[in-house]
Nanobody, 123 residues
Framework: VQLQASGGGMVQAGGSMRLSCLVSGRASSWYVLGWFRQAPGQEREFVAAISRSAEITNYTESVKGRFSISRDNAKNMMYLQMTNLKPEDSAVYFC?????????????????WGQGTLVTVSS
């Protein structure tokens, strides 16, 4: 399976942005999907994940109430709607897929990764 993230860019603090992830090679419904981010000099951190049929979502505490993860298996797409963005949200955002049924937060639990898209939030 291949993943391709898109939608990053620069936005002012308080603004909104939507990231997209295209899943190809196999139907996206086979996978738990997630978003991770990595800022310069920092470890890759979990942002959000969504179960195969979208019935379960999980978010890191710092984005709860601001970010929303969703998926459209008919289009093999996953999205991350980000609102009220803060400078500390600036990072390269990666989409990832996990072949097991359960949501997981460690990045080591995801076996397939997209190339990343840069999000920069200016103050």
């Amino acid at each position: 399976v291949q993943l391709q993230a898109s939608g990053g860019g620069m936005v002012q603090a308080g603004g909104s942005m939507r990231l997209s992830c295209l899943v190809s090679g196999r139907a996206s419904s086979w996978y738990v999907l997630g978003w991770f981010r990595q800022a310069p000099g920092q470890e890759r951190e979990f942002v959000a994940a969504i179960s195969r049929s979208a019935e379960i979502t999980n978010y890191t505490e710092s984005v709860k109430g601001r970010f929303s993860i969703s998926r459209d298996n008919a289009k093999n797409m996953m999205y991350l709607q980000m609102t009220n963005l803060k400078p500390e949200d600036s990072a390269v955002y990666f989409c990832a897929a996990r072949g097991l049924r359960t949501i997981a937060t460690p990045f080591t639990e995801y076996g397939w990764w997209g190339q990343g898209t840069l999000v920069t939030v200016s103050s």
